[in-house]
């Protein structure tokens, strides 16, 4: 046998027994563990993400440590993160800010805080081989929103993380898509629709790409104000603490495709993305 015949049954091989590394690292499922509070657990954007990319061809399972009002300085002094990844378990950390620390809006300190601990997790995850994505949060009015996207931008690239921006584009999405559930009852928390942005942005953000229109059923609890959470691991979804959370949600394929269909116009490039592409991070 000739080194190109030889080259060419092993390839064969390979394929016909799945065992590529490419192969295998598609079919893999990917583990995802949420650090956050409130803005991250209403609507359960953990298993949102989670059904999304599953649906999209990667299959995903998503745990996640939050707590209302927590900060992510909070969780590094703690320890709960790295003792998560220390287990190994985990392939990328989503890490969500509360809504106003990296302005400030909590004290001079709030922002020194908040930009350390973004560097510490991300350290803390290169050294467990994890990849890290900031999710944005978001604000109302058009130039504190437009300051809190440079700040998180600044956070993300100076901790060498990726970015899954939120606030922007959800300010043009309002715009364009006013009757769909972006808000919980309270005006202020992430409604059905905000969740799947996240997790839309989170998807893109890890893969290069927006996610496919098609229907989306998400099996986990849907928690809101009275989550019953509280800092510890737990799986996205696992049974909810709170015995009256409902459970189970579904987006119609008309629904993300209007999602969708306005992320592209807003930037064709790459709507709801990092503003350095595709995450990339040196593990």
Known sequence: MNIRSGLLLALALCLAASACPAAEARSATEQVLFVGNSLTYYGNAPAVYAALSTANGYPASS???????????????????????????????????????????????????????????????????????????????????????????????????????????????????PELAWFAADGMHPGRHLTLLNAIVIYQALRGELPAAGPLAVNAPIYAEDSGLEATLRAADAPPPNGDTAVGIEYSPTTLARILQNLTKKNP?????????????NL
């Open 63 to 177: 745990d996640m440590i939050v707590e209302g009002g927590a900060t992510l300085d909070q969780r590094v002094a703690d320890g709960k993160i790295e003792q998560a990844l220390q287990t190994g378990r985990y392939d990328t950390l989503v890490i969500q800010e509360r809504g106003g620390d990296l302005l400030c809006s909590f004290g001079p300190d709030s922002c020194i805080e908040s930009r350390a601990a973004t560097k510490a997790l991300a350290s803390i995850a290169r050294g467990h081989g994890v990849k890290v994505v900031m999710l944005g949060s978001y604000q109302p009015t058009p130039e504190i929103s437009r300051r809190l996207v440079e700040a998180e931008t600044a956070a993300s690239k100076a901790a060498g993380i990726g970015y899954a921006e939120v606030s922007e584009t959800l300010r043009h999405l309002t715009g364009a898509e």
């Open 269 to 281: 490039a790459g709507a709801g993305f990092s503003s350095t592409g595709k995450l990339n991070q």
